[in-house]
């Protein structure tokens, strides 16, 4: 176990994770693990086991180490750190005489460097209202002196750790990566040597971490071909280095999102077009009824034949798993997704809770498409330091060989969009890369390219709307659907990713750079973006 955030260890130090690597040996591997949370990171997941809570042991100075005697510096660090995560009385140590005896720390460099990164975190989880402890110890930490940190150096060590074992990882790897270049062979690949050394190049750049990714983003980009530009494009790491921050900074607005019903309840308040939902099912409950918002509980029998068809989807659900169109058939039976059963049985066969919704008419032009699925268009905004949001990218999806769901991770495809034309581009993409890409639906035939997409101005301006309406977040991806009169949006999603949009409209580097990497460095600075 380690005892902090690997960037922010003060060398010299007996444990820590850049040196421990080299005492394994070929009979044992030691392995440091917990460097990626912080001391109050660690005890916030702690917090929620009361047993842990109970029996926690940290004391390293008092007369009986079986028991924590609250008096030594790592006593009090510990005690501080659960109070930032709200936990003022901590079962496992004895009460604080004052707090002047608790903030009593001796500040050296380890012990500063921990309360900062203390401090850090409630800056992020601001406790409300602000105690007086962390009043002083901010005043502390500011009155007391630093001395030049090795912080660079510890960082650059850490990356070189990285490159080298990433080296070895994708030699080890050379099979897979030659047998997915020649899946996706044509006569503009680039030779295999080549491959490798675009890979090399991108490990040393300390951007593409962890390999199997990196393996994964090369082929999903379509890298391997001829005159793609690698610059342009973003991988794993880089984008988490700069969007974590940001998912922290507006959680609150990312949980509304995060929970379909909230995020529909929400944009429907703010006057923004949304589909309108009947309410929760879950899947113990039998009979089977909708709980709706304003706690009336409808039999969802009752609901399904005055509808004749419903969409339901998990409440917390990604990538369109989950997802099922109810169609009523007689008496106490339904049609999900082309399977007939008793309704009851439905709600034994699905887990967690459902979201109910009624289903959207789909545009014409749009129906035509892929009739039986609704075939959602996704639209990145993303707003800057200014506060202005901006449309980034986007691309439509649709079912393929009859599904009812329109997303790529369920076998859908996608086409890019030309934002200045509100059309389609010529070629669409399934999600595996070794699948071809085809210019023409492959059930109906119609052809992707210059393809008018109707309502495509409002429903960007739709969009930029909503975003409006969420203070803190720096980007969203909109799910939109078109209807006969306008646009509709089906959900938004505070962790878009960065891949689908490369891989299916185009690369973002541009915005990235410009956009998300500039509010993300503010965050770290604590001076927030102003909102529009």
Request: aromatic share 10%.
């Amino acid at each position: 176990g380690n005892d902090g955030h690997f960037t922010y260890f003060q060398y010299p130090a007996g444990n820590n994770p850049v040196t421990n690597h080299f005492l394994s040996s070929r009979a044992c591997e030691l392995v440091t693990d917990g460097s990626e949370f912080t001391r109050t990171e660690k005890a916030a997941l702690v917090s929620q086991w009361p047993a842990a809570l109970q029996h926690l042991r940290v004391c390293y100075a008092g007369n009986d180490l079986s028991t924590n005697c609250g008096k030594c510096p790592k006593c009090r660090r510990t005690r501080l750190n659960f109070m930032a995560v709200g936990i003022n009385n901590l079962p496992c140590m004895p009460p604080a005489k004052d707090m002047d005896d608790l903030l009593n720390l001796p500040l050296n460099p380890v012990e500063r460097s921990e309360a900062e990164l203390l401090l850090r975190y409630l800056d992020t989880h601001p406790l409300t209202p602000t105690p007086e402890w962390e009043q002083r110890l901010r005043q502390r930490v500011d009155q007391t002196p630093t001395r030049p940190t090795t912080l660079k150096l510890t960082q650059k060590l850490c990356l070189w750790r990285k490159i080298i074992h990433a080296h070895i990882k994708l030699l080890r790897a050379r099979p897979i990566i030659r047998h997915r270049w020649q899946a996706t062979r044509t006569q503009d690949s680039k030779p295999l040597k080549e491959v490798m050394q675009d890979m090399r190049a991108l490990i040393n750049s300390g951007n593409a971490f962890p390999v199997r990714e990196l393996i994964l983003h090369y082929f999903y980009f379509r890298l391997q071909y001829r005159g793609a530009r690698i610059s342009d494009y973003i991988f794993p790491s880089e984008w988490f280095r700069y969007a974590t921050p940001l998912y922290r900074w507006a959680k609150a607005d990312g949980e509304i999102l995060q929970n379909k019903q909230r995020c529909n309840s929400f944009l429907a308040e703010h006057g923004i077009a949304v589909p309108r939902c009947f309410g929760t099912i879950n899947g113990s409950q039998t009979p089977a009824s909708v709980q709706s918002f304003n706690g009336e509980s409808i039999p969802l029998e009752t609901l399904l034949m005055a509808e004749k068809k419903l969409f339901i989807k998990p409440q917390h659900g990604q990538q369109g798993k989950g997802c099922m169109l109810l169609e009523a058939v007689n008496s106490g039976y339904c049609r999900a997704s082309d399977e007939i059963m008793p309704i009851d049985q439905l709600c034994r066969k699905i887990q967690g809770s459902y979201l109910v919704e009624e289903v959207v008419q789909q545009h014409p032009d749009i129906a035509a498409v892929h009739p039986q699925s609704l075939n959602t268009l996704r639209i990145v905004t993303m707003r800057d330091t200014s506060g202005r949001l901006h449309y980034v990218s986007g691309f439509h999806r649709f079912g393929v060989g009859g599904s009812h769901v329109d997303n790529l991770h369920s076998g859908g495809i996608a086409v890019g969009i030309d934002a200045e034309q509100g059309c389609w581009r010529p070629i669409a993409y399934a999600d595996d890369p070794t699948t071809p890409p085809c210019t023409a639906h492959p059930d109906t035939g119609i052809i992707f390219g210059g393809h008018p997409i109707p309502y495509f101005r409002e429903a960007v301006n739709l969009c930029l709307q909503a975003h409006a309406c969420f203070e803190r977040i720096q980007g969203v991806g909109w799910d939109v659907a078109f209807t006969p009169t306008g646009p509709v949006i089906i959900e938004g999603n505070d962790s878009y990713g960065y891949a689908g949009n490369q891989y299916i409209d185009k690369p973002i580097r541009l915005e990235f750079e410009t956009m998300l990497i500039p509010c993300s460095l503010a965050i770290k600075q604590q001076k927030p973006f102003i909102t529009a």
